[in-house]
C-alpha cells in the first residue's frame, strides 16, 4: 500500500512523475510519499487501537527532521538510540515523554542527556548501564524512568542473521532469567523507576510467532514481579514489522494484532510499540542514473549514479530491491519480484561507483536494456536507506525530497564538496 506507481508508462510518486523530480533537484535522490506515511500510520494504529499503545517510530529507520515532524504530528513518539538522535527527536518537536531511548552502549553523558530531556522511558540494556545510570539520576530532581530491555531468547528468524536482536548470542538485553534480580536490586533505588520491560526480537520479522512467544515470555516475567511486589506498568514490545520488497509480502499489522492484542489486552500495562521499517520503508524510493554501461564477456554491468554509500542494505545483508526503470512504457511491473514476464530482459548487475567489488545495488537481475542516462528507481528506499548513508570515497551524501500531493518539498539538500571537510582541521 504505497503511494509509487506507474501512470502512463512514467513511475509516479503521489500525484507527480518522478523524472521531473530527478530533473529537478538531480540524481542520487531519495523520494518520500507523505501520503504513504500517513496510510501506514493510521493501518498500523488501527490494528494496535484496541492496546491505545504509544507508537514510538524508530528514528534510526529514516531519521530526517521533517519525516519525524510529519509522524509527530499524527500522534507519534520516537524511539531512539543514540544522543544524536535523541536530538533530533527534540528537534523535530517531539513531547519527551513521548521518546524512548534504547541502546547497548550509552554512555553517561546519553544518560545525562536523557535525564536532562526528561524522556519517557530510558531501557537499559545491562546492569552496567543501571549502575551508571543511577548515579546520573542523582544530579537531577526527577526520577529516571526505566525499563529492562530483555533477551527473550527467541529466534525471530530475519532473512539475515544480523538483524536478530532476540536470543543470548547477540549483544541486546539481559538475560529474561536475571531480569528479576535486576529488580530485586534497582527497583526500591530513590532517583530510579524501575517499572518496565522492553524487547525488540529484529527485523524484519515475517512471522508472528516469534512476536508471540517474546510478548508470552514478558508478562509471564511481569506476572512474577508483580508477584514480588514490584510496580510493572509498561512492555514495550519493539518493532520489526516487516514492508513489501519483493511483492505484497509483509503480513498486514492486523495479522500481528489479531494474535499480539489478545496476549497483552486487560494487563493493566502502557504498551509501547516501536515500528519503523514497516511505516517507512515503502514509503521512499532512491532515484538514479545510468552513468555507463559495459560488458565484461561473463557479466554485463550497469554502474549508476547510487551506490552502496546511500543503499548498503545489498552489501551488507544481501538484501533485495526491485528495481526498475521509471519509464517503462509497456512493461509496466506488475509485482516486485526478480522475474518480470517481460521478453527482451537483460541480465546484468545494477552497481555503484564505489571501488569496492561489494558495492552493488541487484545482481543478475532481468532488466530492460538500460542506457547512459536513463533514470531508475530502487524500491522500498524510505527505511535504513538514508539513515545508513555514508560518505565513503569521498562521495557527497544525496538530497532527499517529500512529496506530498502535487508539492515536493527539498527536505534535505544535496551535500557540496565543501561539505565533506567542513569538520576537519587542517
Ligand atoms: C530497539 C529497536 N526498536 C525498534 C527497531 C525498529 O525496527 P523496524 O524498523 O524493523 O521496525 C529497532 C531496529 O533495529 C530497534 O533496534
Known sequence: ????????????????????????????????????????????????????????????????????????????????????????????????????????????????????????????????????????ARRFDHPARVAVRIIPEVDARTPHHYTTTGTKDN???????????????????????????????????????????????????????????????????????????????????????????????????????EPGRCLAANAGILLTRVIHTKDTGRRRFVIVDA?????????LYDAYHFIWPTYAEGRVPVDWSREQPFEGLVRCDVVGPVCESGDFLARDRALPALRRDDLVAIFTCGAYAMSMSSQYNSRPRAAEVLVDGREPRLIRRRETYDDLVQAERV
Open 1 to 136: 500500500m504505497n503511494l509509487f506507481a506507474y501512470r502512463g508508462g512514467r513511475l509516479h510518486c503521489e500525484e507527480l512523475p518522478v523524472d521531473e523530480l530527478a530533473e529537478r533537484f538531480g540524481t542520487p535522490l531519495y523520494v518520500y510519499s507523505a501520503g504513504t506515511f500517513r496510510k501506514h500510520y493510521a493501518r498500523f494504529t488501527r490494528a494496535f487501537a484496541p492496546l491505545d499503545p504509544l507508537i514510538c517510530f524508530s528514528v534510526k529507520s529514516c531519521a530526517n527532521l521533517s519525516v519525524l515532524r510529519l509522524l509527530g504530528s499524527l500522534g507519534s513518539g520516537f524511539d531512539v538510540v543514540s544522543g544524536g538522535e535523541l536530538f533530533r527527536a527534540l528537534q523535530a518537536g517531539a513531547p519527551p515523554e513521548h521518546i524512548v531511548f534504547a541502546g547497548v552502549g550509552k554512555t553517561q553523558e546519553e544518560l545525562t542527556e536523557a535525564m536532562q530531556a526528561g524522556v519517557g522511558r530510558i531501557n537499559v540494556e545491562s546492569e552496567s548501564e543501571l549502575s551508571v545510570l543511577s548515579h546520573v
Open 171 to 273: 549483544k541486546f538485553g539481559v538475560p529474561i532469567e536475571q531480569a528479576a534480580a535486576l529488580f530485586r536490586k534497582y527497583a526500591r533505588v530513590p532517583v530510579l523507576r524501575l517499572c518496565g520491560l522492553h524487547l525488540h526480537i529484529g527485523s524484519p520479522v515475517r512471522t508472528v510467532e516469534p512476536y508471540e512467544t517474546a510478548i508470552g515470555r514478558a508478562v509471564a516475567l511481569v506476572d512474577e514481579l508483580r508477584g514480588e511486589g514490584f510496580t510493572v506498568d509498561t512492555l514495550d514490545i519493539g518493532g520489526g514489522f516487516p514492508a513489501d520488497y519483493e511483492r505484497a509480502e509483509a503480513l498486514p499489522a492486523a495479522a500481528y494484532a489479531e494474535r499480539i492484542v489478545p496476549l497483552l489486552e486487560g494487563r493493566g500495562l502502557r504498551v509501547v510499540i
Open 307 to 315: 551506490a552502496m554509500t546511500e543503499l548498503i542494505r545489498p552489501a
